[in-house]
């Protein structure tokens, strides 16, 4: 990490800093396990995408999936952004945070009818449709609110994003979106609904994708339905193309460029004036935030070294779900550099032998350190849960010179309060 990292973290006097924050000062005020986000690495990785787009209209709809906090959506919101939503509780947050409802399209395969009424009820910009069941079934609810849906239809490119096979959603074998040779027929079904508008086409192939040749191939095989639309009769006002964009975990990792990706879109979309929409979630949080946690012991065994951590896999999924890599770098930098270096596991403290954030790394530890793990501002609170009975961790943002807690450390009574024993 240089003074100057774009993640909004940097090492200063052999202490680790987010902005101008030392991470020391967050644990001591606000405790571990944290996340940390810096506002100036949120903005700058928003207005990177946006601008790669300047030479097009286009709205991009942060994912809110990626990392709900309210404080981050009402700073895209500020920045004049949209939301990608997949629930009615995720339109519930992005209303309280003050995005405007007008910019958010909703997808997901399982919309629930009163989910859509409420989606309705708010205005959203688009309903991201994914079967013919639904088109039916949000036209029959419109129809009896006496409104009428504007849809998308989601469809799948079929085409391999070459990411996780859990965070692959564009081959034909995945649940998601309509089959591409059934989309022409299912818009023609929907111009006969009355109580749909058709406002666009929509695909979105995976997360975490490193090339711009599976994002060009679904762009070429999405454009090729556009024309065939067109040629039916059937205009469109916008194209969204999903999200997906990869983020660099690894220093030795180089991920498509968003200026590359931009290139590789637009190239698929020339001479075209319809508005495109963007889906992203991992681009935008990801390197925005880290997970800091203190080592609580050392424990040395015949075959490997653990260091046992505060935080675990209940905050940050990712490794146990996908064997993902995080970086893992020790908030006191000067100590680091002298101590002798040793291979660690370093592991959380549930019952499971998944529970691990990072395996074999070398690190001159001691108990009581504390540890940032890299890349932890999206999907890291957003897939938190409380097993093992354990409180979700504080989120802080760091603005500058000043840190914010942006949600509390959850309180053990809290967990159960909804819960009751049998009289
Ligand atoms: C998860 C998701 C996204 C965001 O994906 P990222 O890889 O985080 O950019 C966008 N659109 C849909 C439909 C999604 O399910």
């Known amino acids: 990490m240089t003074p100057n990292d774009p993640s909004g973290f940097n090492t200063r006097g052999g202490r680790l800093y987010a902005e101008n924050v030392a991470l020391a000062d967050i644990a001591a005020a606000h405790g571990t396990p944290c996340f940390v986000y810096s506002k100036a690495a949120l903005i700058a990785a928003y207005t990177g995408f946006d601008t790669a787009f300047a030479a097009h209209p286009h709205l991009v709809c942060y994912a809110v999936k990626a990392n709900p906090n309210l404080a981050i959506l009402n700073l895209f919101a500020r920045l004049g952004g949209g939301f990608d939503i997949v629930s009615g509780g995720e339109l519930a947050r992005v209303i309280a945070a003050g995005g405007d409802p007008h910019k958010v399209v909703f997808s997901g395969v399982g919309k629930k009818a009163q989910e859509i009424r409420d989606a309705l009820s708010a205005g959203i910009l688009c309903f991201n449709v994914e079967s013919p069941s639904e088109l039916e079934r949000i036209d029959q609810i419109a129809a009896e609110m006496g409104k009428v849906a504007p849809v998308s239809l989601r469809v799948n490119p079929d085409v391999d994003a070459k990411t996780h096979p859990y965070i692959a959603t564009g081959l034909k074998e995945s649940k998601f979106g309509v089959a591409h040779g059934d989309a022409l027929a299912l818009y023609r079904r929907a111009r006969t609904l009355k109580h749909l508008r058709i406002d666009g086409i929509d695909c979105h192939i995976g997360s975490q994708l490193t090339e711009t040749a599976p994002f060009s191939a679904a762009v070429e095989r999405v454009m090729s339905l556009v024309e065939q639309l067109g040629a039916d009769g059937i205009a469109l006002t916008h194209i969204d193309v999903g999200g997906g964009l990869g983020i660099q975990y690894k220093t030795e990792e180089h991920p498509c460029r968003v200026d590359e990706y931009a290139a590789a879109i637009l190239a698929g979309v020339k001479g075209r004036t319809e508005k495109l929409v963007f889906e992203p979630g991992r681009f935008l949080v990801g390197n925005a935030g880290v997970l800091l946690t203190r080592v609580e012991y050392l ?75 890299r890349s932890a501002g999206a999907y890291g609170m957003s897939m938190s849960s409380n097993y093992n009975t354990r409180p979700r961790a504080a989120e802080v943002m760091v603005d500058g010179a000043r840190m914010h807690v942006i949600r509390q450390r959850e309180n053990v009574a809290a967990l159960f309060a909804g819960e009751a024993i049998l009289p």
């Not at 070294?305 to 940050?316: E, K, P, R, T, Y």
């Open 299 to 373: 424990k040395r065994t015949a075959d490997r070294n653990f260091a046992v951590v505060d935080a675990a896999m209940n905050d940050l999924m990712r490794p146990a779900l996908y064997d993902a890599w995080h970086d893992v770098l020790p908030v006191d930098t000067a100590h680091a550099a002298t101590g002798t270096l040793e291979p660690w596991d370093v592991v959380g403290p549930v019952c499971e032998s998944g529970d691990f954030l990072a395996r074999g790394r070398k690190l001159a530890l001691k108990e009581g350190d504390l540890l940032a793990i």
